[in-house]
């Protein structure tokens, strides 16, 4: 039985950090790629960061780079994600997706079969 499990989220001032956590579970594949996003109230979800095969390929959203950082313990099949320096448009529903094999373009959604429930970031003062 697949299962993901999200937690990091909460409030914070702009400025601040978080650090997300992606645990996942019941697959059986060599390699994963997992991605996380997030959708803003009124808008649609988007790619913001994923991370891919045994090399741990990275890919960034423009609008994170050099803020967010992900990053993974493989023996724990878990994916963080840093987020530093939080913005207000930062807030919203981050959600982490799990696809057993190496995605191309790992930051559209479509690719994925395996999403977790999401956990509110809130960056507000």
């Known amino acids: 039985q697949v299962q993901l499990v999200e937690s990091g989220g909460g409030l914070v001032q702009p400025g601040g950090s978080l650090r997300l956590s992606c645990t996942f579970s019941?697959?059986?594949?060599?390699?994963?790629?997992v991605g996380w996003f997030r959708q803003a109230p009124g808008k649609e979800r988007e790619g913001v960061s994923c991370?891919?095969?045994?090399?741990?390929?990275?890919s960034y959203a423009d609008s994170v780079k050099g803020r967010f950082t992900i990053s993974r313990d493989s023996a724990k099949n878990t994916v963080y994600m840093q987020m530093n320096t939080l913005k207000p448009e930062d807030t919203g529903v981050y959600y982490c997706?799990?696809?057993?094999?190496?995605?191309?373009?790992?930051?559209?959604?479509?690719?994925?079969?395996?999403w977790g429930q999401g956990t509110q970031v809130t960056v507000s003062s």
């Open positions: 997706a799990v696809q057993p094999g190496i995605l191309g373009e790992c930051r559209l959604q479509r690719l994925y079969n395996y």
């Open positions: 019941g697959f059986t594949a060599n390699y994963y790629t």
């Open positions: 991370i891919m095969g045994y090399a741990g390929r990275t």
